[in-house]
């Protein structure tokens, strides 16, 4: 039913600006929030940023004040822009959605309570 899909990872130097996307499917009402996650081999999923359907966003503490999450509403899609990009940015990124019921924005969580995933995106960012 629902269905996510990123787009826009690749590889770059430490200090550049890429924008990952998430086109959402599925839903019914844009009341669903969306959330980015990250994981890097041997590390453990992380939170990134999280967004509700009214545009209220949360974020992880080691990408607050340098990414930005936004949607879409009426394209279905949330980006994450993320800028001044740092080595230990690079992981697999993954965008999720649940719908507001089960909603906290709590991007410090492994992001159990999300309901759908998508396959992700590889970020590499270089020294």
């Known amino acids: 039913q629902v269905q996510l899909v990123e787009s826009g990872g690749g590889s770059l130097q430490a200090g550049g600006s890429l924008t990952l996307s998430c086109a959402v499917s599925?839903?019914?009402?844009?009341?669903?929030?969306v959330a980015w996650f990250r994981q890097a081999p041997g590390k453990e999923r992380e939170g990134v940023a999280a967004?509700?359907?009214?545009?209220?966003?949360n974020y992880g503490d080691s990408v607050k004040g340098r990414f930005t999450i936004s949607r879409d509403n009426a394209k279905h899609t949330a980006y994450l822009q993320m800028n001044s990009l740092k080595p230990e940015d690079t992981a697999m990124y993954y965008c999720?959605?649940?719908?507001?019921?089960?909603?906290?924005?709590?991007?410090?969580?492994?992001?159990?309570?999300?309901?759908?995933w998508g396959q992700g995106t590889q970020v590499t960012v270089s020294s």
């Open positions: 999720a959605a649940v719908g507001a019921d089960l909603c906290t924005l709590m991007t410090s969580s492994r992001g159990y309570e999300y309901t759908y």
């Open positions: 967004i509700d359907g009214d545009g209220s966003t």
């Open positions: 599925g839903y019914s009402s844009n009341s669903y929030c």
